[in-house]
């Protein structure tokens, strides 16, 4: 009944991020019945368990950021000094050299338009972002990528 309440047609997307991988299965499974034009990712699940709601590409369900990024990974990232940042690209400094940094410094999340329109970096179809887009990622210091290395995680 509470569902029925909301207006769904108002969202863009729908991201499940929590540490327990049945409760964002359930989540996206539940919602995405909701919405008219579904956009739904999901972090991997953790150490590769399949989702008890059945296989992602079934479902029309994507991962989240990359398809080697799990919440652990998450986690550990941040509790080595990670943190967000945002790029506003430019001319001089567009996608292309955005990319071109070194392996594994950073990790794009989102992009954002200055339309404020809103695109999800994800495994499947990640977004191409334009002059005077905006990033958001995760600025991976030095520790943490060596320990993505121990864990041979490349992003």
Known sequence: EFLDQIEFSELGHLVALTANDEVNAFAEKLLNSHM?????????P????????????KNN?????????????????????????????????DWTAFQSEPPDTKLP????TQNKKVSVFNSRKPPTPKVTDTVLYIEI????????LKQEITL
């Not at 150490?47 to 590409?57: A, E, I, K, L, Q």
């Not at 999340?109 to 954002?112: D, E, G, K």
């Open 61 to 93: 369900i994507t991962p989240l950021f990359s398809d080697r990024v799990d919440y652990m990974v998450l986690e550990a990232l941040f509790a080595n000094g990670a943190r967000f940042e945002t790029k506003t690209l430019t001319k001089d400094y």
């Open 109 to 112: 999340l989102f992009s954002i």
């Open 36 to 44: 008219a034009d579904p956009n739904t990712f999901h972090l991997k």
């Open 141 to 148: 210091p030095a520790a943490a990528s060596e320990l993505l």
């Open 46 to 57: 953790v150490g590769n368990v399949r989702s008890p709601f059945g296989d992602s590409d």
